[in-house]
């Protein structure tokens, strides 16, 4: 059985993810994308789907912390026996994906196993296992994963496993690194040691421009590397959650793929980076969001893939069983094809943010008038909302509030910026969604906003809730 999700420990390259357990498993492992099938898919299914597990043979205590501004991490292992830290990280930006495994023994000796189940295509295909001199090589179709260590190792019912001692001193290396399995030519990889050392340097340096100081420092410096590891480097794509399928509730059904870039999610994503100074990442964001936004505004959707891809079409996994038996495993996500009227209010008013707080982004009015334009056509009808419901369309309080909000801060944008536009106009159609709201999203009996609009019965009376807007100035 897998871990509690709250136990899984994060570790990435900014182009993938992997989860650890407190037990020293990796149990999900997508190659070499985050949205790339998975190679460890035990988080959602059973060990048999792949894993690498590297841990004491002994019982032990494991005791667990990123290293300081860095996304390494270090598991010490405390047995009877002795102790070890092991150290997981995964080096950026090389020509190869690689995931480094390092065991430090710390005191007396201490014996560890390990146990690596190779599983491509979501835990379904076996690869055929290879010696190439001291690398073991793993190839089904176009992947191929080559194992590298010094420790001996065999194979048993599909899995490679050791057992070995590690004393006082002593540091073992192990790297798992992906490669085309079509290529010809080895690939050879960096040395270990000089790899933790600018993988630590890259996380340090990025973290040290973080511009908050305040109370809850390490907190703010902690999420934003997370964030960060959830960017998709080559195309600033920022995917919602690097997995699929992790149920809403224990033994449900709703279990969804969030490996793809919500427009909604990254927006906010993007405004916290911009408070904190990262404001080469919410340029590199804004040029991915004009790429995938790019062609007819009615086809715009509330998702895209890391590069900006349209066709995210969902389908069932039955060989695995669901996380903890929480089916079924969905690949793909049907939302992509609502309509979810909120995304054009928060993608304006990012953008309002980038170009006002930072600086950027001034000259894309031209895709953001295109969906103005479009949105105007549409803000009528019932949409999909932030829910994501997966039923009858309806009138959304929250997302015609947005509509608004599209509307307002692409006109505060043209004012200020001294851009040619039919503002009239736009002010009108405000004016329309504001009254609207007014009337139907509120109920003066109870003094709050409803959830959706409830057109059949007798509308109230205006009560003027003006706190569900932002300033007009």
């Known amino acids: 059985m897998p871990a509690a999700i709250g136990d899984y420990a ?16 990796i149990d999900w492992l997508c190659l070499p994308r985050f949205d790339s099938p998975a190679c460890f898919a035990a988080l959602i299914g059973t060990p048999e789907n792949g894993r690498w597990r590297l841990k004491p043979k002994a019982k032990a205590r494991a005791i667990r912390r990123y290293r300081p501004h860095t ?16 150290t997981d ?19 007396g000796k201490v014996r560890m196993t390990m146990d690596l189940a190779i599983r491509f295509d979501y835990g379904l295909t076996i690869p055929w296992v290879t010696r190439n001199g001291a690398d073991l090589s793993a190839i089904a179709g176009p992947h191929r994963l080559i194992l590298r260590t010094p420790v001996a190792v065999h194979g048993k019912d599909f899995h490679t ?37 600018k993988t630590e340097k890259f996380w340090s340096r990025w973290a040290a421009r973080c511009k908050y100081k305040g109370r809850w420092s390490d907190a703010v410096e902690r999420s934003l590397i997370t964030l960060k590891a959830l960017t998709y480097a080559p195309t600033g794509g920022i995917v919602a959650a690097p997995t699929t399928s992790l149920p809403e509730q224990p033994g449900g059904a709703l279990n969804w793929d969030y490996r793809f870039c919500w427009l909604r999610d990254a927006t906010f994503t993007l405004l916290a980076l911009i408070h904190a100074g990262y404001h ?12 995938s936004a790019a062609g007819s505004a009615d086809q715009l959707q509330i998702m895209y893939g890391v590069a900006g891809e349209r066709l995210l079409r969902e389908w069932e996994v039955p060989w695995l069983p669901g996380y903890r038996h929480s089916s079924p495993v969905r690949v793909g996500n049907e939302a992509s094809e609502q309509l979810q009227l909120d995304v054009y209010g928060e993608l304006a ?29 549409i803000w ?15 009138h ?55 959830v959706r609009f409830k057109e059949t019965r007798r509308e109230p009376a205006v009560a003027s809730p003006r706190r569900l807007f932002a300033s007009q100035r």
């Open 280 to 291: 080469e990442e919410a340029r590199r964001w804004q040029a991915w969001l004009v790429r």
């Open 10 to 25: 994060l570790i990435g390259d900014c182009e993938t993810a992997a989860l650890v357990s407190r037990e020293g498993s």
């Open 349 to 377: 008013d990012v953008l309002h943010q980038a170009r006002t707080s930072a600086k950027i982004g001034v000259g894309d009015f031209d895709l953001q008038f295109a969906l103005l334009e479009h949105l105007q056509k």
């Open 380 to 394: 009528r009808l019932p949409d999909h909302g932030i829910w994501e419901v997966r039923g009858k369309k309806r």
């Open 89 to 107: 990280f995964m080096p950026l930006r090389g020509a190869h994906r690689r995931l480094i495994r390092i065991i430090h023994g710390r005191s």
């Open 396 to 450: 959304f309080t929250h997302s015609k509030v947005m509509a608004w909000v599209a509307f307002d801060r692409t006109i505060r944008g043209a004012e200020r910026f001294g851009i040619k536009a039919p503002l009239d106009q736009w002010r009108s159609v405000r004016q329309e969604i504001h009254d609207q709201i007014c009337r139907l999203g509120f109920d003066s009996g109870i003094g709050r906003s409803v």
């Open 161 to 197: 496993i050791s057992e070995f001692t590690v004393k006082a001193g002593e540091t073992i290396h192990f790297e798992l690194l992906y490669a085309d399995s079509f290529r010809a030519a080895r690939p050879r990889s960096a040395r270990i040691e000089a790899s933790l050392k």
């Open 71 to 86: 996304l390494v991490l270090d598991t010490d292992f405390q047995t009877s026996e002795g102790k070890v830290t092991l």
